[in-house]
Each structure stands twice: as C-alpha cells, then as structure tokens.
C-alpha cells in the first residue's frame, strides 16, 4: 500500500468512525432519555415536570462545565473512535482513560497519531465489553456476596480506589516531566489542602490546572528556545 492508498483508506476510516460514532451517540442518547420516561408512562409513574424541569437545570449547571473540560482534556488523547466510545460507555475518569493510556504505554503511539486513535479505540471498546460482563456477573452474584461488600473493613478500601488507581499512574507519568508538573501539582495541592469542599468541583480546577500547565509548558518552550538560540549563535 502507498502513501496515497494509505491516506485514503485513513480518510474512508475517519469519515466511517464519525458516521457510526454520530449514530452511535443519538441512539444511545435516545435511549437513556426515552426508558424513564417509557417506564413512568406505562407503570403510571410520571415525575412532576416542571420539577423535573427545575432539578436538571441545577443538575446541568454543574455538569455541563465539566463535560465541556473533559471533552476538551480527552478527545486528543483518545482520537475520534476512542471518545465516541469512551462518552457513551462512561467511566471515563475510573476505566475508560487508564485503560486507553496503559495501551498507548504498551504499543508505543503517541496522541495525536492514528496508531494511536485506533489502539485507543480498542482498548475502549475491550474495557466496555469487560466491564458489561462483570457487571452482569455482579447482578448475579449481588445477593451472595452482599455481606462482604458491605463490611465495615472493606469501606476504606472502596474509598481509595480512584486515589490509589490515579496515584500510581500520575507517579509514572510526573516523573517524565518533573518541572512541567511541579507548579500545576503544588497549586493544587495547596489548594485541596486549604479548601477541602472544592474536591466536588474536579470539573472547573481540571481548567484551572490545564491552564496552569500549558501557561508552564509555554514559559519553559520559550526558554528553551533563546537557550538554544543562543548557543546557536556562540
């Protein structure tokens, strides 16, 4: 296959991926809106509207935000293919951006290439199809197992999961670029240590945080440049 070839048989792949990916999306998202509302009809259950009206407009002023940050932070990390999959499975934050960023590790692609876009593509779709299955397995052994889910001595660890999972990766990933993440992490810290309630706005600081490190990243490339420039020109 030739370069010509090859970037049309990339080109068809793009324009394939978003015409699935866009049917994809509208079919889940009738979905997920028409069952309640499909259940309260027939079952006569219908909410109040307009209170349903009022608490998701409460609901959107927080969420819309951050799934407008999280667009933004993902999308170039998971290419086209990836975040159709990734945005309608869920669990971006918990399964869908670990499993996506463990593979890239593994295959040696960078983000931004289409080796990336395709393996993050089937990293998703693979972590969706195993979290389907162990959720299925979870409906059927929730009665068995209910005692030891719910035990006291295993609460602490269900809180520290997310923590424990993010904490391993962010130590691989900081320590390839120790100056980069130096100020955003200290900023952050500093200010989750100071005002604890703001760990239920992670939408709006992932912002705050993105802007710190582009603005750090941009200052860095800026020195390097005249450092090089000027050992260019001795």
Do not use: W
């Amino acid at each position: 296959m030739n370069n010509q070839e090859k970037e049309l048989y990339l080109e068809r792949y793009n324009e394939r991926t978003h015409l699935f990916g866009r049917i994809g999306l509208l079919i889940g998202i009738i979905l997920l809106i028409s069952a309640p509302f499909a259940m309260g009809i027939v079952l006569d259950a219908m909410p109040d509207l307009s209170a349903f009206g009022k608490g998701l407009a409460q609901i959107a002023i927080i969420y819309i935000p951050s799934c407008i940050v999280e667009f933004l932070i993902y999308t170039p990390m998971l290419g086209a293919g990836g975040s159709y999959l990734a945005f309608i499975t869920g669990n971006l934050i918990n399964m869908k951006i670990p499993c996506a960023l463990n593979a890239r590790d593994i295959a040696g692609t960078e983000a931004g290439t289409t080796e990336n876009e395709i393996v993050s593509t089937l990293s998703i779709a693979v972590s969706s199809l195993v979290t389907t299955v162990v959720i299925a397995l979870g409906v059927f052994l929730i009665i068995p197992l209910r005692p030891v889910l719910e035990s006291e001595v295993l609460q602490p660890a269900f809180n520290n999961v997310v923590p424990a999972l993010f904490g391993a990766m962010a130590f691989k990933y900081f320590s390839r670029g120790k100056k980069l993440v130096a100020i955003p992490l200290i900023v952050m810290t500093v200010l989750f240590i100071c005002v604890p309630s703001l760990i239920s706005s992670v939408g709006f600081l992932m912002l705050l945080s993105g802007a710190i490190t582009i603005a750090h990243s941009f200052i860095l490339f800026r020195k390097e440049g005249k450092e090089l420039e000027a050992k260019q020109s001795e």
